[in-house]
Every structure is written in C-alpha cells, then in structure tokens.
C-alpha cells in the first residue's frame, strides 16, 4: 500500500468525525439568530425601529418591579425586552412561553433572591402611533400570568412608551449582539400601576416622526398632450384620407386630402413670414421715374 493511500485512510475517519461538530455549530448559530417574519414588526409611518429588531434590550431599575413586597424596601430589578420576536427559551425561567418581556427582580421578597417574572406576552405587531405624548409612538405586548407575594392571581399587560430625543442613540454592545442594554440617556423608567398594568418609558432617537415626501407625479404637461392629439389627428386625417381618396379613384399626389393646399403650404409659410417681418407693408411701386 502506498504512502497516498494510507495518509487516505486515516484522514477519512477523522473528517467524518469533525462533520458532526461542524453540523452542531451551524444549527447553534441558527437556533441564536431567529428570523423575523415579513408580516411581523412593521414599523409605523415616519418612525425608525430598525435598532429595536436587534435582540433583546434590558435595563436596570429599583422602582417599579414585579413581586416585591412592601416589607422589602432594598429590592431591585432588570427588565428585559425583545420587540420583534419572542424572548429565548428559559430566559425567564419557567415561565418563558412565548414572552417579550421579563421582569428579574431581586430581593423582592427580603430573601436575597432572584425571581423570574413574566412581564408580557409576544405581539407580532407591537408598534403604533401614541399621539398622547410627544412625538413618539409605543409598542403594546400580550396580557400574562401574575402572582404577587402573598397576593391572588391575576393577569398583567405591558406598554412601552417612546419619546422623542434625537440625542438618544441606541446601539448594541457588539456587533451581532443578542442582548443589549438601553443607554441611560434614553432615561428609562418603569412603573408597576393598579397591580396589573407595566408601563415603561424611554426617550429614543427613532421616535422623532420624519415625514418623507411625497413622490412626485410625472404627470404630462397640458402643452404635451395637446401636441400628442394634434399628431394623432393628423395622422387620422392623412390616413383615412389618403385611403379615400385611393378608393375614388385618385393616384399620385391627388391621393393625398386636400393636395393642393398642402403643396402650397410651404409658399403659404414664407408669405406669412415675410408679411410679419415687414409688419403687413407691401413693396409699392412707383408709377413714373423720379426727375
């Protein structure tokens, strides 16, 4: 046996074998960069959401969380949100079931501890228009499950409220990144109102309306159209014309409507030139030979 066909047969193997693992990496990839549908996450007209696609925003706050009891004064919590698709799986514990929103609160209880809580469900189309700020718009998630500490059960609904402030630039911490923090110039608060209602704010750059114009028409000026019915006519009028005449019997030039004015038309053109130039006065002719 050859040196070419062992160094074969025992590199055969192992690319079988790095196959599989390379298999793995491509689906891990894929299972962490999930697609957003076409009919999903529109944006509203004038606003920029393009940077709120990207993956799962979070920011930190000691007002406003979930399952903190009032004996718990020292608690804290970090909310994340994903707008344009579904919070990864276990990312809120077990309550993870096609969420947006989650609420990590900690020491909410007094027990120096992390709580999972769901904030609100998946919307595939958050975004609207809230002319009851200024200038900016909101994105609204799903009603979901809420057991406050030693409290009954209910259901709870986020809102996500932007403000205009063309110096607050979202960005995400790497390229690529699947969880972002929101900058603290977008000043970020949440307020946990009525025990069943989680109302967030946040200035953000693509909330300032830009109004694109609109496009202009290309329509046909009133010149234009009058000179395309005046060559469609004349081209009517020599055609049918011409066929008429044919079918009488004429030949040669009499075929053509009305040849004699249109022989003399150029005769007809010069005169009139010369009769404007002149301003209508003719030559006169003198009768008798001056002395």
């Known amino acids: 046996m050859n040196l070419d066909r062992r160094a074969f047969i025992i590199q055969y193997p192992l690319k079988l074998s790095i196959l599989p693992l390379i298999i793995s990496i491509i689906s891990i990839i894929h299972n962490e960069s999930p697609v957003i549908a076409e009919d999903q996450c529109k944006s509203p007209q004038g606003i920029d959401i393009t940077i709120l696609k990207q993956g799962i925003w979070s920011f930190s706050s000691k007002t406003g969380c979930l399952g903190v009891n009032t004996t718990s004064p020292f608690s804290n919590c970090t909310i994340s949100i994903s707008f344009c698709q579904p919070l990864p799986a276990n990312w809120c514990g077990q309550q993870?079931?096609?969420?947006?929103?989650?609420?990590?609160?900690?020491?909410?209880?007094?027990?120096?501890?992390?709580?999972?809580?769901?904030?609100?469900?998946?919307?595939?189309?958050?975004?609207?228009?809230?002319?009851?700020?200024?200038?900016?718009?909101?994105?609204?998630?799903?009603?979901?499950?809420?057991?406050?500490?030693?409290?009954?059960?209910?259901?709870?609904t986020s809102q996500a409220m932007?403000?205009?402030n063309q110096n607050s630039v979202w960005s995400p911490a790497l390229i690529?990144?699947?969880?972002?923090?929101?900058?603290?110039?977008?000043?970020?608060?949440?307020?946990?109102?009525?025990?069943?209602s989680l109302s967030m704010t946040f200035e953000y750059y693509g909330a300032c309306v830009t109004l694109t114009p609109a496009e202009k028409l290309n329509l046909l000026s009133a010149g234009s159209v009058l000179i395309i019915i005046f060559f469609v006519s004349l081209t009517i009028y020599f055609l049918f014309g011409s066929v008429f005449n044919y079918c009488r019997g004429y030949r040669g030039k009499d075929v053509i409507p009305q040849s004699e004015f249109w022989v003399d038309l150029p005769v007809l053109v010069a005169d009139g030139i010369i009769f404007t130039c002149r301003c209508g006065k003719s030559e006169s002719q003198a009768t008798y030979d001056s002395i």
């Open 162 to 164: 932007f403000i205009c």
């Open 96 to 156: 993870s079931n096609d969420l947006s929103v989650c609420v990590k609160t900690f020491n909410g209880t007094g027990q120096n501890e992390t709580i999972s809580y769901a904030g609100g469900s998946f919307n595939p189309q958050p975004f609207a228009l809230d002319f009851t700020i200024r200038g900016g718009f909101q994105a609204t998630f799903g009603a979901t499950p809420y057991t406050p500490p030693g409290g009954s059960a209910t259901n709870i």
């Open 176 to 196: 690529g990144s699947i969880n972002n923090t929101i900058p603290d110039i977008a000043k970020p608060s949440i307020v946990f109102k009525d025990g069943h």
